[in-house]
Nanobody, 117 residues
Framework: QVQLVESGGGLVQPGGSLRLSCAAS????????MGWYRQAPGKERELVAT???????NYAGSVKGRFTVSRDNAKNTVYLQMNSLKPEDTAVYYC???????????WGQGTQVTVSS
């Protein structure tokens, strides 16, 4: 078992930035993919960004160019740098870890991101 704990969420004005962190209770080296999902009120959880063990990143079209996902295996941490935030980015953001390539094996508790003036 591994615990994932997100941090860094909060209230930010449109155009602002936040950096989310996801700290794992043990090494994340074994996980092929680390990623971030988000869930806005009334909507299903959607994939935001992923980073593979090999460093390959993928982003949802709505965040591409604004968000950057990174993975630090030595620190057992994955990050999501969010820039140029928009109100539509408001959601609970969840970190996940995947041994393979599909269904996440572990989830964090989530951290609230609210973008509002």
């Amino acid at each position: 078992q591994v615990q994932l704990v997100e941090s860094g969420g909060g209230l930010v004005q449109p155009g602002g930035s936040l950096r989310l962190s996801c700290a794992a209770s043990k090494t994340i080296f074994s996980f092929n993919v680390m990623g971030w999902y988000r869930q806005a009120p009334g909507k299903e959880r959607e994939l935001v960004a992923t980073v593979s063990k090999g460093g390959t990143t993928n982003y949802a079209g709505s965040v591409k160019g604004r968000f950057t996902v990174s993975r630090d295996n030595a620190k057992n941490t994955v990050y999501l740098q969010m820039n140029s935030l928009k109100p539509e980015d408001t959601a609970v953001y969840y970190c996940c870890a995947v041994y393979g390539f599909t269904i996440p094996d572990y989830w964090g508790q989530g951290t609230q991101v609210t973008v509002s003036s």
